[in-house]
């Protein structure tokens, strides 16, 4: 069966060769709607609450990511309130993978290095349940502003969202992080039956272009690994080239580096890396433990996967000099810091009343002009480095007010704030409220006095209010508005 996306020449002939009699088959498969994918925020409900309320049918796991299902393209989610309240992120299942594998714990320092628009991100961010850090990174300005819009909708709040080259990254952060995420600029030849203009940028940049940046990308990676930290390499490109050449360049220069098998990934339907072929420099009998997602092998588009470790927790050489050490503010020390914050800031203080985590020993908290941040502990100096975001923003203070942010009301949880209004999903007020207009509430549906008021939906917050007695006047931020 032919496949109506016209390949260009010589990629056909190179995935003939790679594939031999699997080629058809692959060919076949071009011609199928591609898989759409859900996974849900478990920063927010759980995997089985999720189940329970999910607003559109689940045809089945993603067998990879044990948050992740397959819907049907019609359905929609992106439609939904629970999507305006972060309860979910809409991801192709294959993508899913690096984030799945990578052993992320609650409390590690977690780099993102490549993040935007941000499925991994958030996906490596939930799986911190707002511990340890959490650095998410993108070289361009207009992609990192999208990749803040979704961390922030997903209610990350101890994060670091920079806007910088690896290099520069690799010179403050040297021997930081426990684990780098690195989904690198590729070709795309995964995404030719999902988007024909990848297609068309493949033909004007092809691996070669994209080889030289991958190999710096993880150069600088290394550099910034702590020893027996973990390391996970992907693409969407099949090409040798931006796969197992990098990898095995990497092992080369970094002896202390190993590709760890994941145990399931055969059962998954993904096929092993490449050992020996023209392209690598140095043949690796572990290169066998890379993975190669085919779109006719399995449900999702091509990628490719490596996990890479450290492997020996004691050795300082090879990757950096000696890892840099940086005090860790004590939480009891970072509350002390932030009382006296407090004082200082009057009508913010006044606000926090309203707040009933322990939020003071998170972060400090610190002003940028109007701004009020909760930074995250233990950073390196960050002077000369972009960022968009430092840390959770809270809000900022106009003319003696205080007024709190849209990513305050995501970070916060319905019970750690005084006064709520619920609305049940279905309720039309809901559409209402994230279109911006006015809305009206009952007693019975209140919990808390006038003021500022946080809005959720069946639980779930959405932004804020201004509520006097049965009106909420809108508070939710203008660009994120229903359309």
Request: charged share 25%.
């Amino acid at each position: 069966m032919a496949a109506k996306i016209e390949l260009p020449l010589s990629y056909k002939e190179r995935m003939e060769s790679m594939l031999g009699n699997d080629f058809p088959a692959y060919l076949a498969c071009l011609d199928r709607e591609p898989n759409h994918g859900i996974r849900v925020n478990t920063a927010k409900l759980s995997v089985e609450e999720f189940e329970r309320i999910t607003p559109v049918p689940l045809t089945k796991k993603v067998p990879w990511c044990d948050r992740g299902w397959y819907y049907q393209k019609e359905d929609k989610p992106a439609k939904h309130p629970y999507y305006f309240a972060g309860l979910y992120y809409l991801q192709e299942p294959s993508a899913m993978t690096p984030a799945a594998i990578l052993p992320i714990e609650p409390g590690d320092k977690v780099l993102d290095l490549c993040a935007a628009p941000g499925g991994k991100s958030t996906q490596a961010g939930s799986r911190l349940a707002g511990e340890g850090l959490l650095v998410s990174n993108d070289v361009s300005n207009s992609r990192a502003k999208a990749l803040l819009k979704n961390i922030e909708l997903f209610g990350i709040g101890n994060v670091l969202l920079t806007n910088e080259f690896s290099q520069k990254l690799a010179t403050r952060f040297q021997g930081f992080f426990d684990k780098i995420l690195i989904d690198a600029p590729c070709s795309g030849e995964g995404m030719f039956r999902r988007d024909g203009a990848v297609m068309k940028a493949w033909e004007r940049n092809g691996p070669d272009y994209f080889y030289g940046i991958q190999k710096e990308i993880v150069r600088d990676a290394v550099t910034m690994l702590k020893p027996g930290g973990y390391i996970l390499y992907s693409t969407c490109t099949f090409s040798v080239l931006e796969d197992e050449c990098v990898i095995s360049g990497l092992l080369h220069e970094f002896p202390q580096l190993e590709v760890v098998k994941v145990p399931d990934s055969e059962s998954w339907g993904f096929v092993p890396g490449f050992t020996e072929h023209e392209e690598i420099p140095y043949p690796d009998p572990s290169l066998k433990n890379c993975m190669r997602l085919y779109p006719h092998k399995m449900d999702g588009e091509g990628h490719f996967v490596a996990l890479i470790h450290w492997k020996d927790d004691g050795d300082e050489g090879g990757g950096h000099t000696k890892p840099q050490k940086y005090e860790q503010a004590e939480g009891i020390s970072a509350e002390k810091d932030n009382l006296r914050f407090l004082d200082k800031n009057p009508d913010f203080a006044e606000f926090t009343k309203l707040i009933s985590s322990d939020f003071l020993k998170k972060g400090l908290l610190a002003c940028q002009e109007t701004r009020i941040y909760l930074r995250p502990l233990g950073l390196p100096n960050l002077t000369g480095l972009r960022y968009l975001r430092n840390g959770l923003l809270m809000g900022e203070l106009k003319k003696n007010r205080f007024e709190p942010s849209q990513a305050l009301a995501m970070y916060l949880k319905k019970d750690e704030f005084a006064n709520t209004v619920s609305f049940a999903a279905d309720d039309a007020r809901v559409v209402k409220y994230l279109k911006g207009e006015t809305v009206d509430c009952i007693e019975a549906e209140v919990r808390g006095g006038d003021g500022w008021c946080l809005i959720c939906v069946d639980g779930h917050p959405l932004g804020f209010a201004k509520r006097s007695r049965d009106t909420l006047k809108n508070k939710y931020f203008a660009p994120w508005r229903w359309l």
